[in-house]
């Protein structure tokens, strides 16, 4: 009786140890092709110029969506994943360049234009809608020019008809 | 400052900024390379985020401009032009809030698109309506002989209605666009937006090119309702080692579907990966790129060439003239 008290406690412990390594065996869930696509978009095949991995049909970018999907079920963050791909291919990697150093200027440059562009055209229409100033000698010169066209013409007219 | 002139400079700003921002996002990656030495890339995020601004004043400056007068115009007389056109389009944004999306951009884009279209409308309307009491002419007379009395202005409205059709598609497909992946077995479906896409069959035939053509049957529902089959297929050309992959496509004015063979995995019966997209409005993109050719058409026919004489023979003709009548009046 007492053996078979000792025998059934050894088949409790071994039973429990089975059940730790199946629980602990039990598969994270894999991540989504939704889930694979939504970084691998995020990224640019560092093979071709300018295809997003989420639609590069090369077996390379097969190979790198499925490490993709291999880290994210190893827990990986998204951060993580791209600065995965930047350390191990370059910025190239990123849709956009970080904005560091030299790379300032793809976002400087263009703002920069359009605002002095606004500005020399917002002086141009203030000097072009800008009064312009009578002084009285000019004034009086152009009143005498014009009087002496008007006469002319009065003279003109009463010549002919 | 909001003389027609001044607006006229505006935009062709705004068309030249667009020029600096794509010119420059497209030579930096060479421009980095030579000084750095560092490839980079410039996709769309940056195109859409440095360009969407500049758009959006140009939209404005479609609904603004036309009502804007040569050489003069203040707030007061533009406010007073465009005021109802305004409000009827703020009514149009606030319906759309509570049926169709609370995108704070999106709802900015359809204000924009309906004033210009609220706009255009009235200025056609407005003329129209004023050519047929002035010239006591049927309503359809009066709209065709207003636009053929100054068809590089008309022309121009209506390219400006096609750019907002234009603009609502693009909205649509930038901001409303969904897209999902999956591996499926035959008979089963995946879902996205209210459609349902179910797996019947895959096969594998010699395409009339030498292709090798791999198409899957899908059945299409939404809801309950059977909308009909879809075929997309990748085709594999030998010689070239190349795939091409043609979408089963179904396009309404309310969305387009897309479904993609994905050759993430060979098709098989066992499973084939499907990608969806829901492109919403994208048809508006098309509907307008042919009213815009319309526009340009109307905008650049040729007109009547006029008779021209140099002025020496101007003389003699009118001498000529002189003569005639005289010699008319004598027989009289």
New interface residues.
Partial sequence: MKKLFWLSILALIIASLFTSIVLAQQPVPTPSDDEVNHIAHQLYCPVCANTPLDVCPTDACRQWRDLIRQQLAQGWTEDQIKQYFVQQYGVRVLAEPPQTGFNWLIYILPPVIILAGAFVLFRALRMWTKPVPVSAAPGSNQDALKDEYVARLEEELKKRY | ?LSRE?LF??NN?LF??IL??CF??VV?PL??QL??G?????????YQA?TAP?FAVLMLLMGVAPLSAWGHSSLKTLGRAIWKSAVAALIITVILFFTYTNNPIALVGFFLVALVLLVTLQEFGRATFARVRAQNENIFVAFWRLVGRDRRRYGGYVIHISMMLMAVGILGINLFQV?????VSTNNSLSLSGYTVKYDSVAQFPGPDGQQVTRAIVSVYQGKNYLGDLYPRIDYYPTEQQ?M?IPGQRSTLKDDLYIILV??QPAAANGA?FKIFVNPLVNWLWIGAIIFLFGIIIAAWPDREVERIPAQMRSIHQADKQTDSRQASAAD
């Fill in positions: 400052m001044a400079l505006l700003l030249i900024s600096v921002v420059w996002g930096f421009v980095s000084f750095t560092q490839t980079v890339t410039v996709g769309p995020p940056f440095a500049l897209q999902t992946q999956g591996t795939n992959t050759d993430w990966t």
